[in-house]
């Protein structure tokens, strides 16, 4: 037995049993807050005046996020302007959402009716969903229904020796037993890119690998910036980090030493098991987001922090509907903030303990998490903006 | 001055990261992850978690972490410095 998941029609299974309100939005927050167990996802921007591709970006996020295991059911409704384009349109996703089999509602506004029929209706509908939701009970299953998605933040020395390779060892844990889990970070392989492509699972994929990195490496210099200006960010060098490629190469631990699957664009589905790379954004607002939207069940930040302390080590679930695990590999940053961290693996450092036995320790928090016990930060009651990773210019 | 610790995560690497903050003058323990270990005497300090040259590296000579070359030192580093930007540099970008 590995965790106690909620059982969906399409096989997989939930640490989390939401029901989902989308899109984003004054309506679907008032629904939130009229309605326990609801989530909704909080963005600036709905994808009116983005590009199509940028606009497709944001139909797989939310068509993700309602297929995501820990969401039990979804209401649509079709509010804002943006829900207007064909690729958004509400009845659109909810057929991609509902070939998962989970109950999906549309609600539409007859023509000149008004936003508070909307508001009355979903509220009624996401309580009945709620009600629905309750009657399924977590069943034991295997680390096999782990999807897992990792972020490393404010990354320093203790990042790339304990707090990435704890998790890349329990990344390898959970794709022996045949579960998936994803990392990412575009700007942060530069300079790692070729000791990955040598992982690739085949030619295609290790191209792949190389091809995005360069392409990322080539967007800077075409908008003049050097994104070493950029990246290292300043907290790194202050915590001893000097140049991108130690970063990435310390980064890259969190990947464990599988073979990697594939290279999946912003909250596209895998295709199958195992690792995958996503071509993604460093910003902590948006790739848990996209985690979720590939569907994950359970999310990872590695915090380095120098021992110092951020705001950030206060954002709860940045990717709406699963647990983020707040880990770090510096012991003087876990003494800083331990009121939202939920491991420490600076023992590997000390010498207290070895790699596999912190790794052993964070894949059973990892399960308990899984299992219904709370994070650190799932004791707090707001959620953080979350903003979708584009492409191209706003207009 | 007290023997530190210091962990290289490499068997070729020239440098290693500091487990403990490390004062000047202090003898310091380099913890290979093989467990091979060597000594390596600090001329200056080394914060945790900072970088500390085992050789001494020529400028233009490349620094080795991981066993990966992660930038070249930008200015002569003895042994026993602290590596950082003040000395070093990334070649990518």
Known sequence: MSFLGYPRPDGSYGT????????????????????????????????????????ETVARVLVGLGRNPNVAGVILHGLHPAMQYPELKPEVLAQQIAASGKPVEVITAEPYGDTYEVLVRGIKAARRLVHEASHVRRQEVGDEHLCLG????????????AG?????????????????????????????????????????VAQRILTVSHDIEEKSKGYGQDIRTVNPIPANIEAGITT??????????????????????????????????????????????????????????????????????????????????????NVNTYRACEESMDFCAGTVIDGSETLSQAGDRLLELVRQVASGSCTKTDTLSFQEVSKVYFQDAAF | MS??????????DNLAVAAQDIGPGDPVRVEFKDGATRQVKAVEAVPFGFKIALVDIAQGGELLKYGQVIGRASQPIAAGQQIHIHNAQGQRA
């Not at chain 1, 984003?24 to 167990?37: A, W």
């Not at chain 1, 990392?183 to 492509?197: D, N, Q, S, V």
């Open chain 1, 150 to 161: 990792v972020k490393c933040g404010v990354s320093d020395s203790t990042s790339g020796i």
């Open chain 1, 244 to 329: 991108l490629e130690e970063k990435s190469l310390g980064a890259i631990a969190k990947a464990g030493t599988s073979p990697i699957q594939g290279v999946l664009a912003y909250g596209e589905r895998p295709a199958g098991r195992g690792l995958y790379f996503v071509d993604n954004w460093m910003s902590m607002n948006s790739i848990f987001l996209g985690y979720t939207a590939s569907g994950a069940n359970a999310t990872l930040m590695v915090w380095g922090g120098g021992g110092y302390v951020a705001d950030t080590i206060l954002y709860p679930s940045l990717g709406v509907v699963a647990p983020l695990i707040w880990t770090t590999g």
């Open chain 1, 16 to 55: 989390r049993n939401y029901v989902l309100i989308l899109p984003g939005g004054l309506t679907s927050g008032k629904i939130c807050e009229f309605v326990e167990g609801t989530r909704t996802i909080i963005t600036p921007d709905y994808g009116g005046g983005r590009t199509k591709r940028d606009r």
């Open chain 1, 164 to 204: 990435n390779p704890a998790v890349g060892y329990i990344f390898d844990k959970v794709v022996a037993a045949g579960g998936i889990a994803m990392f990412g970070e575009t700007t942060e392989i530069i300079g790692a890119e070729h000791l990955l492509a040598k992982r690739a699972a085949n030619q295609e």
């Open chain 2, 3 to 12: 023997e530190k610790r210091a962990l290289a995560l490499h068997p070729q």
